[in-house]
T-cell receptor, first 114, second 116 residues
C-alpha cells in the first residue's frame, strides 16, 4: 500500500496570506489527524477528522481549519498567516479513531512564513 | 492536568551499549501509550504501543518498552544500540474519557545520538 502523502512538501508564504495543505491517507484509513511540529513546542495536535466529520480539535485559534472528503483525503487551511505559524505540519492516518491504534505519518509540509 | 514528559532532551550512547529513553505520564484511567521515532527530514514512524496485557512490549527495530504503573513510566529500551538508531524519539499517551474526545498528547521528544 502507498503511504501517507502530503502536498506540497515545502511552502513559503508571507504574513497575512492563507495556505491550504493536502493529505492523502493510506487507502482504507478513515481517520486523518493533523499536527504542528516546532522546535520549541514539540508536536501539537490540531484536529482529527473521521468519516468526514471533525471529531476533536486541539487548542489552536480559529484561523486553523480543515475538512475531509468522502475519499478520506483531508485539507488543512490556515488563514491570515503569522510568523509563528512557521512549522512542519504533519498528517497522520489510521484505520480507526486516534489513540486506539497505530497512526501512520506523512513526511510533512514545511511551511515558512516571512 | 494530563501530561507526558520526556525528561531528557538528548541521550548519548556508545554503539553496542544498551540504551534507555525515558517517558513518564500523568493521565486519568488506564493509559494507552505509544513510542514513535522520527528520522531527519521524515515523518514519524510507529515503534510500539501498550494498551493492555504484558507490561513488556516489544516493537520494531529491536526496541522494547516497559509499562510501570506504579511509577507511571513507559521507558523505551534496546539491549545494543546501533548508529542507525540515532533519531528523535517521541512518547505519546491517549487522553480523553470517551470516543468523542480522544486525542494523543506528545512528549517534547528526546534526541538519541549513538556514537561509533
Amino acid at each position: 500500500k502507498a503511504g501517507v502523502t502530503q502536498t506540497p512538501r515545502y511552502l513559503i508564504k508571507t504574513r497575512g496570506q492563507q495556505v491550504t495543505l493536502s493529505c492523502s491517507p493510506i487507502s482504507g484509513h478513515r481517520s486523518v489527524s493533523w499536527y504542528q511540529q516546532t522546535p520549541g513546542q514539540g508536536l501539537q495536535f490540531l484536529f482529527e477528522y473521521f468519516s468526514e466529520t471533525q471529531r476533536n480539535k486541539g487548542n489552536f485559534p480559529g484561523r486553523f481549519s480543515g475538512r475531509q472528503f468522502s475519499n478520506s483525503r483531508s485539507e488543512m487551511n490556515v488563514s491570515t498567516l503569522e510568523l509563528g505559524d512557521s512549522a512542519l505540519y504533519l498528517c497522520a492516518s489510521s484505520p480507526v479513531r486516534v489513540g486506539t491504534d497505530t497512526q501512520y505519518f506523512g513526511p510533512g509540509t514545511r511551511l515558512t512564513v516571512l | 492536568a494530563q501530561s507526558v514528559a520526556q525528561p531528557e532532551d538528548q541521550v548519548n550512547v556508545a554503539e553496542g551499549n544498551p540504551l534507555t529513553v525515558k517517558c513518564t505520564y500523568s493521565v486519568s484511567g488506564n493509559p494507552y501509550l505509544f513510542w514513535y521515532v522520527q528520522y531527519p527530514n521524515r515523518g514519524l514512524q510507529f515503534l510500539l504501543k501498550y494498551i493492555t496485557g504484558d507490561n513488556l512490549v516489544k516493537g520494531s527495530y529491536g526496541f522494547e518498552a516497559e509499562f510501570n504503573k506504579s511509577q507511571t513510566s513507559f521507558h523505551l529500551k534496546k539491549p545494543s544500540a546501533l548508529v542507525s538508531d540515532s533519531a528523535l524519539y517521541f512518547c505519546a499517551v491517549r487522553v480523553g474519557l470517551m470516543d468523542s474526545n480522544y486525542q494523543l498528547i506528545w512528549g517534547a521528544g528526546t534526541k538519541l545520538i549513538i556514537k561509533p
